[in-house]
């Protein structure tokens, strides 16, 4: 039996739809998407969640719902967070198709889907330096048969900007993904997928109450982990 990791699988699929994307015209700003605008910041998230800085006694961040202009630079964030260097066209390709990816796959106010961004307070308001995506939408029974997607709902894509890491980032995208998912979705339980060998990460959802769930792929015909958290105590 042959054992991929996850992530490798995805940059073919990612580099192979980059290329016929950029040939269909994706990846641009579509006049569509400029005149919808994205509904409020639902009322679990207002005005903002914000992270105090200990040392400085001050706002450091904040989260709240991913706008369809900010997707250009979370590709960026995510080329940064999961891919290693490589040469000059195949990053352009590989950022391509994450776009693409994030593209179709935004959210426009949907209750069982969100994605959520980190902005700092002080600096570049702009800037984007974390992300996630917590999806509740249901799968076919044609999908959920094949076992090659996790359950839902489910935490995926979560990434921190190198020089923002350990300030708290990745565990508060993981709480506010969790409040979404039970005061949006009405959902119990969360589901996260993590690399066996990212030790950090599986150290950080081990002590948020994540234990591992048993699946006929996720760890059996790839490297990677299913993990699953009971949300029905959790503190708002």
């Not at 739809?17 to 700003?29: E, Q, R, S, V």
């Not at 679990?44 to 961040?61: I, W």
């Not at 900007?161 to 959902?187: C, H, N, P």
């Amino acid at each position: 039996m042959i054992v991929v990791k996850a992530r490798h699988m995805t940059k073919i699929r990612l580099i192979l739809f980059a290329i016929i994307g950029g040939a269909l015209g994706f990846g641009h700003d579509r006049l569509q998407h400029k005149t919808r605008a994205h509904p409020p910041v639902r009322s679990f998230l207002s005005p903002f969640q914000e992270h105090v800085d200990s040392d400085k006694d001050e706002v450091a961040y904040f989260v709240r719902p991913c706008r369809y202009a900010d997707l250009p630079k979370v590709s960026s964030l995510m080329m940064e967070g999961f891919y290693e260097k490589k040469v000059i066209i195949m990053g352009q390709l590989m950022q391509l198709a994450e776009l693409n990816r994030l593209q179709m796959n935004f959210s426009y106010g949907d209750t069982l889907h969100e994605m959520f961004v980190v902005i700092p307070k002080y600096g570049e308001t702009s800037d984007i330096v974390g992300f996630c995506d917590v999806d509740g939408r249901p799968m076919s029974q044609k999908l959920k048969d094949t076992n090659k997607y996790p359950p839902r709902p489910y935490l995926s894509d979560l990434v921190v900007r190198k020089d923002w890491r350990r300030k708290g980032i990745a565990s508060r995208l993981v709480k506010t993904s969790e409040v979404f998912v039970v005061e949006s979705m009405g959902e119990e339980r969360l589901f996260i997928r993590v690399e066996q060998d990212n030790q950090a990460a599986i150290l950080m959802y081990n002590r948020m109450g994540y234990v591992p769930e048993d699946h006929p792929v996720f760890g059996v015909e790839d490297t990677t982990i299913l993990l699953r958290r009971d949300l029905t105590n959790i503190a708002n």
